[in-house]
Nanobody, 116 residues
Framework: QVQLVESGGGLVQAGGSLRLSCAAS????????MGWFRQAPGKERDFVAR????????VYADSVKGRFTISRDNAKNTMYLQMNSLKPEDTAVYYC?????????WGQGTQVTVSS
């Protein structure tokens, strides 16, 4: 059974950087497009970025374009989100999932808090 585990969150000042990781169990990671999503307090879970199976194609939400970079290492069954120039409005719990979403794969997420 596939499991996704997010890590790398933390507390950072505005303008700082963080790198999130999404580690996948199982042997099918490279077969699927993957995505990052985030949920701020009191808000719905929103799309952040996605990447195709090979890493050759990426799409970003307008709010993070130019600041965040999604990547993957299929040999390590891991996806990453490099977040630069962080803003207080980036504060949220960040989740990874396949793209399109597979509901049963939601993990615990990793908290990102950006202070002003």
């Amino acid at each position: 059974q596939v499991q996704l585990v997010e890590s790398g969150g933390g507390l950072v000042q505005a303008g700082g950087s963080l790198r999130l990781s999404c580690a996948a169990s199982g042997r099918t990671f490279s077969n699927y497009a993957m995505g990052w999503f985030r949920q701020a307090p009191g808000k719905e879970r929103d799309f952040v970025a996605r990447i195709n199976w090979s890493g050759g194609s990426t799409v970003y939400a307008d709010s993070v374009k130019g600041r965040f970079t999604i990547s993957r290492d299929n040999a390590k069954n891991t996806m990453y989100l490099q977040m630069n120039s962080l803003k207080p409005e980036d504060t949220a719990v960040y989740y990874c999932n396949r793209y399109p979403i597979q509901v049963n794969l939601w993990g615990q997420g990793t908290q990102v808090t950006v202070s002003s």
